[in-house]
């Protein structure tokens, strides 16, 4: 198994039993691993945190995802973070959103399965950092 203890996944997620499952299978995976269940939470610990990667639901309280999205990419970090928005929402409108707001990836949760939401995690940090290995800064 790859050492991904590197790398900081942040789930923004305010479905408890979700993100409770995501937080499990990422840290057997041995990422580290930050959760919020807000908005407005998360954007707070992107922002002080400065995670590898958001895992970033749409629709939640105190702040909906593609509010915290468009913030963080007004931030000189957050313009960088690779983010995959989750939601339960397959509208088309909300898929150009999520891309207009700068999301890398859409994710719709009744059509991906834990296991695959964490190979994507995989990936997409692979690809971005030309292994699971992360970078000296």
Request: zero cysteines.
């Amino acid at each position: 198994m790859e050492d991904n203890q590197t790398f900081t996944i942040l789930i923004v997620e305010d479905d408890t039993e979700l993100r409770e499952a995501l937080t499990t299978a990422l840290t057997y995976e041995k990422f580290s691993v930050l959760a919020a269940d807000n908005g407005a939470t998360g954007l707070g610990m992107a922002l002080e945190k400065h995670p590898d990667m958001i895992l970033l639901d749409v629709i939640m309280p105190h702040m909906d995802g593609l509010t915290v999205l468009q913030k963080l990419r007004e931030d000189s970090w957050g313009k960088e973070v690779p983010v995959i928005v989750m939601t339960v929402l397959d509208d088309l409108e909300k898929i150009a959103a999520v891309v207009t707001a700068g999301g890398d990836e859409y994710v719709i949760k009744s059509e991906i399965t834990l296991g695959s939401l964490v190979a994507k995690v995989k990936d997409r940090l692979a690809r971005l950092n030309g292994g699971l290995q992360k970078p000296h800064k």
